[in-house]
């Protein structure tokens, strides 16, 4: 629990120093990504992912980690193509999305197209990936519940062929 709360301390940190960069992390958004002029930024635009976890570029802003609750509240923004690798929750996920279009998918199932107002659960350990369109990125917001029994589990990238719908 120590270590949670040190890390709250970080975040807390890291939110303030973005706010206070948040006008200019916003100019940054349309830079190379043309199709992305009309998406709404209601949090800072956040830290790039890192490139073993991501393809494309992702930017992740954490917006809560809370020891009591033990969940961790984020937003993730990814630019057009922009996709997470495989994965799972040890405790599952829940993302709220409230702008662009992106893609989800459970191992074994279809692409699941999200929008703007969608809701989307992941169950505990279950391999997934989810990430913007091809055209339009995606504001993701995720809710991930019953931490102290893990976070994420990284794995390979998800290829150019599963990422066709
Ligand atoms: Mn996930």
Same mark, same amino acid.
């Given at each position: 629990m120590k270590l949670i709360q040190k890390n709250t301390l970080a975040? +807390?940190?890291?939110?303030?120093?973005?706010?206070?960069?948040?006008?200019?992390?916003?100019?940054?958004?349309? =830079?190379?990504?043309?199709?992305?002029?009309?998406? /709404?930024?209601?949090?800072?635009?956040?830290?790039?992912?890192?490139?073993?976890?991501?393809? *494309?570029?992702?930017?992740?802003?954490? +917006?809560?980690m809370?020891s009591?609750?033990?969940?961790?509240?984020?937003?993730?923004?990814? =630019? &057009?193509?922009?996709?997470?690798?495989?994965?799972?929750?040890?405790?599952?996920?829940?993302?709220?999305?409230?702008? *662009?279009? *992106?893609?989800?998918?459970?191992? *074994?199932? &279809?692409?699941?197209?999200?929008?703007?107002?969608?809701?989307?659960?992941?169950?505990?350990?279950?391999?997934?990936?989810?990430?913007?369109?091809?055209?339009?990125?995606?504001?993701?917001?995720?809710? +991930?519940?019953?931490?102290?029994?893990?976070?994420?589990?990284?794995? /390979?990238?998800?290829?150019? /062929?599963?990422?066709? +719908?």
């Open positions: 975040i +807390l940190l890291g939110l303030s120093l973005a706010i206070t960069s948040c006008s200019q992390q916003r100019n940054d958004v349309t =830079e190379g990504s043309t199709s992305d002029d009309e998406i /709404e930024f209601i949090f800072p635009k956040g830290n790039k992912g890192a490139e073993k976890n991501f393809t *494309g570029n992702a930017y992740n802003y954490g +917006l809560l809370d009591t609750l033990t969940t961790i509240v984020g937003n993730v923004y990814f =630019e &057009p193509g922009a996709r997470s690798n495989w994965h799972t929750h040890p405790a599952g996920q829940i993302l709220v999305i409230t702008d *662009g279009v *992106g893609y989800h998918q459970i191992e *074994g199932e &279809p692409i699941q197209v999200m929008k703007k107002g969608d809701v989307v659960k992941c169950p505990p350990n279950t391999r997934h990936w989810h990430g913007a369109s091809p055209d339009k990125g995606l504001q993701q917001m995720y809710i +991930l519940p019953n931490i102290e029994n893990g976070i994420v589990e990284w794995m /390979e990238p998800v290829t150019d /062929e599963q990422y066709k +719908l």
